[in-house]
């Protein structure tokens, strides 16, 4: 018997995950203490042999510290399959016993970092739909276990169980360089170019609280206010600078996308969608279908020239988990028919072609404008106090123009309807998205009245589902009732499981 595939008994993983929680260890030490190594090796040159020697012997006593602590860490993590339920045993000093029915795991996911791919082993996360992050983290299995595992959790009901003969190898679908590149390309660049401005920022402060223990922090601030004078005098070099901040956008998209979803690559088994993905850091998820909670299915202009999607899945989270989780998954590359195969599989004979649609009141699109002349008063107030130039103003001549075209698209862009079992939520302004939310998938629903809105006869609806809130907002106050009612009436009567 090949005891690669007996989970009956504890076991532990394979004796080089010692290696990957002893290096896993070191980096949080080192993301946490950097600033001290920056530190050690700008005066390593005023460091006396002495103190030098015992640098050194710290270090070594650290180093081994976190040695034995991986390879307890190692020991003492045990786990097994027993009664439908995966069963794991960790702890040091502190001990604990887990035990997770089948039926609430909601993917099991492999992972490979670039160390992982080098030594030749798995990274197996299982996660439940109340966990911030995964529940359970196996740091190095082989392939055959990791499969076996994935298999013995997965298709435990033995009326799902489809022979490997039957199951068919061609993927759905397979993104390669060149439809990457189109993907990329294609991408909103405006958050890759904050995301860029959010790590200057750290990387800012990081710096100043450097200078401020080095206590030169005069010499920082001469430099700043120095070539912010020579900015704010150069038109060349402002124009230089966007420019250059708008390539770096457009390369950090490419970038993220081509280690995000390189080699692309979607099977349909099992009612399941299998999905692997990545370029330095390996991914392998399963999505079982009972465990979407929506999807939505977004576009723009560009794509949709091109003649592709994404499809992002939402699944179930904690109430303490933000949204930019892995609980939430994302596809890109669709083509319209695959887009279709997948919709058919998660919500089977759901047509709603030929339905009207419904379109917010117009006091959506009077609150995003009275919302916009804020944002504009808060502005012109900074620019007043914080420049004594007042050409700067003539930013609004810019900006005014572009918020009114945003405020129109998003108006038009938001619109529903439904049938029988499905709703489906239309939003977005330069991107399209489509929304797809089963009745029977609802929480809650509420109906939620401001006194504003109260006076021009309109409300907004709320749903709850178990990965989040989806608002229909300033809907006529009949509207909404009827929609409220028709939910209640859905979730109580459905007798499908939401998970």
């Known amino acids: ?110 992972k490979q970092n670039i160390m992982q791919q080098i030594i030749n082993v798995h990274e197996v996360n299982i996660e439940t739909a109340g966990s911030a992050k995964a529940e359970i983290s196996i740091k190095a299995l082989s392939f055959k276990e990791a499969k076996a595992l994935k298999n013995a959790v997965t298709i435990f009901d033995k009326k799902n169980i489809t022979k490997e003969s039957e199951i068919t190898e ?50 920082l601030d001469d430099y700043i206010s120095e070539n912010t004078s020579t900015l704010e005098t150069s038109v060349f070099l402002i124009v230089g600078l966007l420019i250059f901040f708008t390539i770096i956008a ?20 099992n009612n399941a969608l299998e999905i692997y993905q990545g370029l330095t850091t390996k991914n392998s998820v399963i999505l079982k279908k009972d465990k979407v909670q929506h999807i939505t299915v977004s576009t723009n202009p560009i794509k949709k020239k091109l003649g592709i999607s994404f499809i992002t899945f939402k699944q179930a989270i904690s109430g303490k988990v933000k949204k930019k989780q892995n609980k939430i998954i994302k596809i890109v590359g669709c083509k319209s028919a695959q887009v279709a195969i997948i919709k058919e ?59 009114i075209f945003f405020i129109e698209l998003k108006f038009r862009k938001r619109y529903y309807y439904f049938n029988d079992d499905l709703l489906l939520l239309g939003s977005g302004s330069i991107e399209t998205h489509k929304t797809y939310l089963p009745f029977f998938k609802v929480q809650n629903v509420k109906l939620k009245q401001t006194i504003f809105q109260a006076r021009k006869n309109v409300a907004d609806i709320v749903f709850q589902t178990a990965s989040g809130k989806i608002k229909i907002p300033c809907i006529q106050l009949e509207n909404a009732q009827k929609i409220y009612n028709y939910t209640l009436f859905k979730v109580e009567t459905s007798k499908k499981s939401w998970m």
């Open 345 to 403: 599989l998660l919500f089977p004979n759901e047509n709603l072609e030929g339905i009207g649609k419904n379109y917010s009141d117009s006091y959506f699109r009077a609150r995003l404008y009275f919302r916009s002349m804020l944002f504009f008063l808060i502005l012109n107030t900074g620019l007043y106090f914080g420049f004594e130039s007042l050409h700067v103003f003539w930013i609004n001549a810019l900006l005014i123009p572009i918020f």
């Open 250 to 269: 457009v390369l950090s998209s490419l970038v993220r996308v081509f280690l995000r979803h390189f080699n692309l690559t979607v099977f349909v088994k």
């Open 170 to 219: 061609k993927p759905l679908l397979k993104v390669g360089f060149l439809e990457l590149m189109k993907v990329s390309l294609t991408e909103n660049h405006l958050q890759s170019l904050l995301l860029l401005f959010a790590i200057l920022i750290g990387f800012y402060q990081q710096i100043s609280d450097l200078f401020d223990g080095l206590g030169k922090r005069d010499l």
């Open 1 to 110: 018997m090949d005891n690669s595939q007996d989970f009956s008994q504890f076991r532990r993983q394979s004796k080089k995950g010692i290696l990957i929680i002893y290096l896993n260890l070191l980096y949080k030490v080192l993301k946490a203490f950097w600033i001290l190594l920056f530190l050690f090796i700008q005066k390593f040159s005023k460091i006396s042999e002495s103190t030098l020697n015992y640098i050194y012997l710290g270090i070594f006593v650290v180093l081994v510290f976190f040695l034995l602590r991986a390879f307890f860490i190692f020991k003492n993590f045990q786990f097994k399959i027993e009664n439908n339920h995966f069963i794991l045993k960790r702890g040091i000093i502190k001990k604990t016993n887990t035990s997770i029915p089948f039926d609430r795991i909601q993917n099991i996911n492999f």
